[in-house]
């Protein structure tokens, strides 16, 4: 892993006076045995795998295995489109939700996705990104930098807490991808607006804040799947963990700071994980899982 806490990432950034991006591909590159070229040749392959999921599974006809899910991310991609669709968030929002959705809709299908960090979780990330570069021509050199900070911030997760469901419930899958999409989300955006130098340790801090801001909102979320499966309610969540993403990036780029600093944040959340019941740590003995109505949809899908 890249970097086991945020506030070492900060020193070594702020010591050789070099951007986070910069950074962390030194780092990842010596940990791997690689060259930078070959890391960020790797995120590119990642970044496109990412666009191609969003495509695929936007598609009207796309469905899960089960027939449980599948067309809903279509549906929200018409509201975008369509001039007679009932739009509540406008167009950016709602082909983020739509982006988010599809990623895990065709993960549902068996199709292929980038984990980030779980493949439960693989809608935040790309949803948000590729939204951003639409609208704001961002290219591929800034996301690939925006998906090294994504990593570091899920390495921090991963080291100091966990991302499994079944260990922490979903704070720990798309309670990090949201703070992974926050914290990068910010950087590629801070650094693209030209309002920050790359080396900037005022965006760096912002990154961590936008972080702490996104987790803070979903320490605690349950994991819950209906039958088992990476469906319900997990292919909706990915669309207000990516909301949730947002409102982080958004707090952090408009200078406010989150009092407690993000390795407490992670140390808190993998207490909270722990501290979740059995019941509601993707077993599906709790929550949504034993609703009158999942309980049926379990017994139709045996």
């Given at each position: 892993m890249p970097y086991s806490s945020f506030s070492s990432l900060l020193e070594d950034a702020q010591q050789e006076n070099i951007s986070l991006a910069e950074c962390i591909?030194?780092?990842?590159?010596?940990?791997?045995?690689?060259?930078?070229?070959?890391?960020?040749?790797q995120l590119s392959e990642a970044l496109q795998v990412m666009r191609e999921a969003v495509r695929q599974g936007s598609e009207v006809d796309i469905k899960s295995r089960t027939g449980l899910t599948g067309g809903d991310a279509a549906k929200l991609f018409e509201a975008v489109n369509s001039p007679d669709a009932i739009n509540v968030l406008g167009s950016r929002f709602t082909h983020i939700l739509a982006a988010s959705m599809a990623t895990?809709?065709?993960?549902a299908a068996m199709g292929r996705i980038v984990a980030a960090p779980t493949a439960g979780a693989s809608g935040v990330l790309p949803g948000v990104f590729l939204t951003l570069d639409r609208d704001?021509?961002?290219?591929?050199?800034?996301?690939?930098?925006?998906?090294?900070?994504?990593?570091a911030?899920?390495?921090?997760?991963?080291?100091?807490?966990?991302?499994s469901g079944a260990a922490g419930g979903c704070q720990a899958e798309i309670g990090t991808a949201a703070a992974m999409t926050a914290a990068a989300a910010t950087y590629i955006l801070g650094i693209s607006s030209g309002k920050y130098e790359s080396c900037c340790q005022q965006l760096n801090?912002?990154?961590?804040?936008?972080?702490?801001?996104?987790?803070?909102g979903q320490l605690g979320l349950v994991c819950d799947p209906v039958a088992g499966l990476v469906e319900v309610p997990c292919i909706a969540r990915n669309a207000t963990g990516a909301a949730v993403a947002l409102a982080g990036a958004q707090?952090?780029?408009?200078?406010?700071?989150?009092?407690?600093?993000?390795?407490?944040?992670?140390?808190?959340?993998?207490?909270?994980g722990a501290a979740i019941p059995p019941s509601l740590r993707e077993t599906a003995k709790g929550g949504l899982a034993i609703t009158p109505t999942a309980k049926r949809i379990a017994c139709e899908l045996q």
């Open positions: 591909q030194m780092r990842e590159a010596l940990d791997n045995d690689k060259s930078v070229v070959q890391v960020r040749a895990v809709e065709l993960n704001h021509d961002l290219g591929d050199e800034v996301l690939i930098d925006g998906l090294l900070v994504a990593g911030i899920g390495a921090c997760f991963a080291a100091q807490a966990t991302l801090e912002a990154v961590g804040h936008a972080a702490s801001f996104a987790m803070q707090m952090a780029l408009a200078g406010l700071s989150f009092p407690i600093p993000l390795d407490e944040v992670v140390d808190a959340a993998s207490r909270v």
